[in-house]
């Protein structure tokens, strides 16, 4: 298991900004060194890409996977702060990752980065899991899976036509941006991802200014420690662990708690989100369509979350449970 045991690590190695990098670069290197004798592996990307991928499905597979008593077993032990238990859990489930990312193939990512992105939700899930409410740890972690996968591919897609140049640099920036908002549980600011990077805030402004929408549902509802906007609306493509029925249920309650805000915050949030028939828009792109500075844009935006968080507490709802029933 040597590069995977890399892949729970989202706060032990919150130094390095390209730890989820790093298992992809030692299998091709593996791979490369393994059939350097065959002139035809150096030619040839899809051999070789293929080779890297088996070499990690048999890594992964002396794995075993957890009986649903090993799956409550261990999400305790996980949950009162044991690494090993958290290890296990991740690792058991790593093929689960595999199986839903192969869905994804031939989107514009190549396996094994839709593989990293969705071990990057796979490691939430095992953050959140509650064993207590009576799922299967698979599909919970399913829809975080998918989650992850669907935004690197969105990502992929939006910074598709720009030079070669930009889109790396700029990936470099949504990696980071992603690994702050788990470790912080906050969108990080532009001063945190130019700190971690070691580079100009101005630079990091710029870049960000480009894909602003990665981290739109991430923003933060309250205070510290307080759960994101992506943790109370329902997934409008797939069902959660409840069903279809529950997630119609939730977002019907969505409708109508945005009906309860003032027309300005309705309107922020449904454009700045997606919801009510809008597609999701940047701070930059809502304040242009309404008249307004990016900065108040985004004060209203903070206000209209405070208030539906209250609307949720007055209705004896806490975002992290209604998530959990997504």
Request: glycine fraction near 6%; charged fraction near 35%; proline fraction near 3%.
């Amino acid at each position: 298991m040597g590069h995977t045991a890399k892949l729970e690590t989202t706060q032990d190695n919150a130094t390095d900004t390209n730890v989820i990098d790093e298992p992809k670069e030692e299998l091709l290197e593996q791979v490369e060194e393994s059939n350097a004798e065959e002139e035809i592996f150096a030619k040839d990307d899809n051999v070789k890409n293929l080779d890297a991928t088996q070499l990690y499905l048999s890594e992964i597979g002396f794995s075993p996977l957890l009986s649903a008593e090993e799956e409550v077993y261990f999400a305790r032990k996980a949950l009162r702060g044991c690494e090993a238990s958290r290890k296990r859990m991740i690792e058991s489930n790593l093929r689960l990752v595999v199986k839903i990312a192969r869905r994804y193939n031939n989107r514009g990512l190549a396996l094994l980065d839709l593989i990293e992105e969705g071990n990057l939700g796979l490691i939430r899930a095992v953050e959140k899991f509650d064993p207590e409410r009576g799922f299967r740890f698979s599909t919970y972690a399913t829809w975080w899976i998918r989650q992850t996968i669907e935004r690197a591919i969105m990502n992929q897609t939006r910074t598709i036509r720009l030079p070669i140049h930009v889109v790396k640099e700029l990936n470099v920036y949504l990696r980071t941006a992603r690994e702050l908002t788990q470790q912080l549980d906050h969108e990080p600011t532009a001063e945190e991802i130019a700190e971690r990077l070691d580079r100009p805030v101005e630079d990091v402004t710029k870049m960000l200014r480009l894909n602003e929408k990665i981290s739109s549902v991430d923003t933060p509802i309250g205070g510290d420690n307080d759960k994101a906007l992506l943790d109370i609306i329902a997934d409008e493509k797939g069902s959660g662990p409840e069903g279809e029925v529950q997630s119609k249920d939730i977002n019907d309650h969505i409708v109508h708690w945005l009906d309860e805000l003032n027309p300005k915050q309705r309107e922020v949030l449904a454009r700045r989100f997606g919801l009510l028939g809008y597609e999701p828009s940047t701070l930059e792109d809502v304040g242009r369509e309404i008249g307004l500075t990016r900065e108040r844009v985004r004060q209203i935006q903070v206000e209209a979350l405070r208030r539906l968080k209250d609307m949720l507490h007055h209705e004896g709802l806490n975002t992290e449970s209604l998530f959990e029933q997504m």
